[in-house]
């Protein structure tokens, strides 16, 4: 579950107040309005990586609203992916389960999990040079589930991708919820990504939040996926070959 209360986010000249909404655990929530509404800020408010002025976030019964964004639990893409030209695509699966010093046979075992759920296997020994749009989606898609986070944020993951392959990724996307039940916050500015994916879709207006359901229907679950408690969001800077933790910063869309 997200559930943002009263929350007050301030970037620059930008200001957005009395944001409050709930997205209840294991649904998947697209949250749409024009450039420059501020979704890519909630987004980041969400993952730690814009400071709230004032309100709370909670994920599942946690308020994460003044933990550090590598003790949120969250898995998170940006828009660019944030993907690394030295690493495989193995390695990019890898990379958060080594962080937390995963046994090596589990590690392995989960990288050829994800590669087979997101049918990147013949791919895992290569480098991101010549992949296509879809393939580093995929990849990226790979690296923010791979330590299994019961909350993913994603912006605007497919806004890059032609037809075809955004309706491929489409149906990859509701498989991978489907088959995880993580809870998904999805930033898109198309209204037909959103009634093929959401069963909810959150929309900002004027500074307001209306959430309505969407068309796809939420599918009983015999066990809903474990609400968070303190884990890590990974990525990574690797310009000095550290190991630092930390997430990719993107610019806000305000």
Do not use: W
Not at 67 to 81: A, T
Not at 95 to 102: G, K, N, Q
Not at 223 to 242: C, H, L, M, R, Y
């Amino acid at each position: 579950m997200i559930h943002v209360t009263d929350l007050t986010l301030q970037v620059g000249e930008f200001r957005l107040e009395n944001v409050s909404f709930e997205i209840p655990t294991g649904h998947y929530c697209v949250l749409m309005g024009k450039t420059g509404t501020g979704k890519t800020t909630v987004l980041e408010a969400i993952a730690g990586l814009t400071p709230v002025s004032s309100g709370t976030i909670r994920l599942g019964e946690l308020d994460v609203t003044e933990l550090h964004p590598r003790q949120r639990n969250i898995g998170y893409v940006p828009q660019d992916g944030a993907l690394f030209t030295t690493m495989s695509v193995a390695d990019h699966l890898a990379f958060a389960l080594r962080i937390r010093r995963t046994d090596s046979a589990d590690i392995e075992a989960r990288v050829s999990e994800l590669a087979t759920l997101l049918e990147i296997t013949p791919l895992l020994e290569r480098t991101i040079h010549g992949l296509s749009g879809g393939e580093r989606q995929r990849v990226a898609l790979g690296r923010a589930l791979s330590f299994r986070p019961p909350t993913l944020l994603l912006d605007e993951p497919l806004s890059a991708l032609d037809d075809e392959t955004h309706g491929q990724m489409c149906d990859l996307l509701e498989n991978v919820q489907q088959q995880t039940g993580v809870t998904i916050l999805h930033v898109s500015h198309r209204e037909q990504e959103a009634q093929r994916l959401a069963q909810s879709i959150l929309r900002i207006e004027n500074g307001s939040f209306q959430l309505t359901q969407g068309d796809r229907p939420v599918p009983k679950r015999d066990e809903q996926p474990a609400d968070p408690g303190p884990g890590e969001s990974i990525s990574v800077d690797e310009s000095n070959g550290s190991s630092t933790v930390d997430i990719p910063r993107t610019e806000p869309d305000n």
